[in-house]
Antibody, heavy 118, light 107 residues
Framework: EVQLVESGGGLVKPGGSLRLSCEASGLTFSDAWMSWARQVPGKGLQWIGRIKSKTNGGTAEYAAPKEGKFIISRDDSKNMMYLQLNSLQIEDTAVYFC?????????WGQGTLVTVSP | ETVLTQSPATLSLSPGERATLSCRASQSVSSSLGWYQQKPGQAPRLLIYDTSNRATGIPARFTGSGSGTDFTLTISGLEPEDFAVYYCQQRGSWPRTFGQGTKVEFK
């Protein structure tokens, strides 16, 4: 059974940073392309970006590249993906989900809440 | 960026009725359009991918159709567990985008 478990969310002040983690199990993680999405409470979904498998270059691509705002990385030795969030603003308050990046094997974690507040 | 516009925003129906949800793209996304269902406090669940392919375990009452810029999700015979919010997502152009959602609620 594929499981994705996010962690690292919490309360952070405007201008602060946070690193979210996504631990994967039940799949060959090193072969998986992975994504992050977010959802402002009570609102719709927003796709953040994805990271390819190492065999496909391991590069990250972003929906709206803002210099250093979001940084996606992975550690295949630990079956982990990360999302570094920088220069956080109140409007970045959301539940952040990690997902697999293939509709044929579409899995989502339960999400981790990031709250940006003074 | 491809904007996806879903309509209606809310659909009020009774169990057993047919639901027809629309998703219109601002430019062609070919057939790379999927549909997700989301219930409160849960992650989205993929129902349909590539316009008309049902994801694993999805009942046959969920049908997707369309092409290019106009897509439809049909739920033939609503079950009580189908009352939820539905999102379309396109992967035919960069970056991927979601529609704003259609809420299917009890009438």
């Amino acid at each position: 059974e594929v499981q994705l478990v996010e962690s690292g969310g919490g309360l952070v002040k405007p201008g602060g940073s946070l690193r979210l983690s996504c631990e994967a199990s039940g799949l060959t993680f090193s072969d998986a392309w992975m994504s992050w999405a977010r959802q402002v409470p009570g609102k719709g979904l927003q796709w953040i970006g994805r990271i390819k498998s190492k065999t496909n270059g391991g590069t990250a691509e972003y929906a709206a590249p803002k210099e250093g705002k979001f940084i996606i990385s992975r550690d295949d030795s630990k079956n982990m993906m990360y999302l570094q969030l920088n220069s956080l603003q109140i409007e970045d308050t959301a539940v952040y989900f990690c997902t697999t990046d293939d509709w044929r094997w579409d899995y989502w974690g339960q999400g981790t809440l990031v709250t940006v507040s003074p | 960026e491809t904007v996806l516009t879903q309509s209606p925003a809310t659909l009020s129906l009774s169990p057993g009725e047919r639901a027809t949800l629309s998703c219109r793209a601002s430019q062609s996304v070919s057939s790379s359009l999927g549909w997700y269902q989301q219930k409160p406090g849960q992650a989205p669940r993929l129902l349909i991918y590539d316009t008309s392919n049902r994801a694993t375990g999805i009942p046959a009452r969920f049908t997707g159709s369309g092409s290019g810029t106009d897509f439809t999700l049909t739920i033939s015979g609503l079950e009580p567990e189908d009352f939820a919010v539905y999102y379309c997502q396109q992967r035919g152009s960069w970056p991927r985008t979601f529609g704003q959602g259609t809420k299917v609620e009890f009438k």
